[in-house]
């Protein structure tokens, strides 16, 4: 069993505390068999919402799924508690935005997609379902009258 982290890094304007918005948001992966090392082809979401019991009653996990090429069962949890904004101060860095913990299945890719929040810098003007599928997003905020964005969305993971 292991924790992987997911770190985020985008250039934020005038906008702040970016984040997964509910328990019904989808962290969109690719995920690899730790046995075999088989990748998964099409994305996979989890979200905390779901639950999925163990072999054995040994407890529940996010996802658990058999490997299409070994068989093996594996699973991965979302650790609800490491779940953090990205805020203003951490534009241009990476930062851990959420972490999972493994077993047997590894994160090796990650798309952003819709369900992010966020808030104006300045004004706290909430702006939600931001889509960042795109890797940018742009809006404007009629209390500052400033434009404000998220550019330049990449992200790594972690071994915590």
Known sequence: MQRIGLQLRATLENITRLRAEGEDFRWYLKLKCGN?????????YLRLMDSAPLKGGRGSATMVQKCKLCSRENSIDILSQTIKPYNAEDS?????????????????????????????????????????????????????????????????????
């Open 36 to 44: 075999c090392g088989e990748v998964s082809e099409k994305w996979q």
């Open 92 to 160: 241009e860095k990476f930062k851990t935005i959420v972490e999972f913990e493994c077993r047997g299945l590894e994160p090796v890719d990650f798309q952003p997609q819709a369900g992010f929040a966020a808030e104006g810098a300045e004004s706290g003007t909430p702006f939600n379902d931001i889509n960042l599928l795109e890797k940018d997003w742009n809006d404007y905020d009629e209390k500052t009258k400033e434009s404000v964005g998220i550019y330049e969305v990449t992200h790594k993971f972690v071994k915590c």
